[in-house]
């Protein structure tokens, strides 16, 4: 399933190049269109993109089938909740944030700048109940950047030995 397609029966994408996937969330009453309730947001290379649907259930159902995708295709994303981060698309991350007015149930968040050509699109709002909960995820985050990194600079170095190795090998010189 290296290049799964992900469609929402209108537009395609190829989960590859999806580097966030909001969770579903309601829509404001008075910005429905079309009988619309329930939505989720991707981010790709490109900008945002929100997948619009009649009910919680369809959106919910489309959403589970996409983090399907993402776990299968990108297993070290970094998760929170229905939220997916592609690590690799990480630009920069702040620091613990209290709100000035809790979000509802949410105290605490932090920022994570996602590479994108729509710049109005780079910032995404992680919440949290608790500045704990919120540490904890930005630990996490740290910890999914550091392993992405570490892990491609043993790659590439393993990369680069079997490279040195197949340049002896295949040598067109005689070795006396």
Known sequence: MGNAIFTNGKNAYQVLNIYYAGSVSEI??????????HSFKII?????EFFYFNN??????????LAAM????????????????????IIAFSDV???????????????????TADVK?????????????????????????????????IKKHNEA???ETLEVATTNSLPF
Request: net charge positive; no cysteine.
């Open 56 to 65: 919680e259930e369809q959106a919910k159902k489309t959403r589970g089938a």
């Open 97 to 115: 944030i209290q709100f000035k007015k809790p979000l509802g149930e949410f105290t605490h968040g932090f920022i994570i700048m996602i590479e």
């Open 28 to 37: 404001p009453k008075e910005r429905r269109v079309n009988g619309n309730t």
């Open 121 to 153: 699109s780079q910032e995404i709002w992680l919440r949290y109940k608790s500045e704990e909960h919120a540490q904890k995820a930005r630990k996490a985050l740290w910890a999914a950047l550091h392993n992405r990194i570490n892990g491609s600079n």
């Open 70 to 89: 993402l776990d299968e295709i990108k297993p070290n994303g970094f998760k929170h909740g229905w939220e997916f981060v592609d690590p690799s698309r």
């Open 44 to 48: 790709t290379g490109n900008g945002v």
């Open 161 to 163: 030995e079997t490279v």
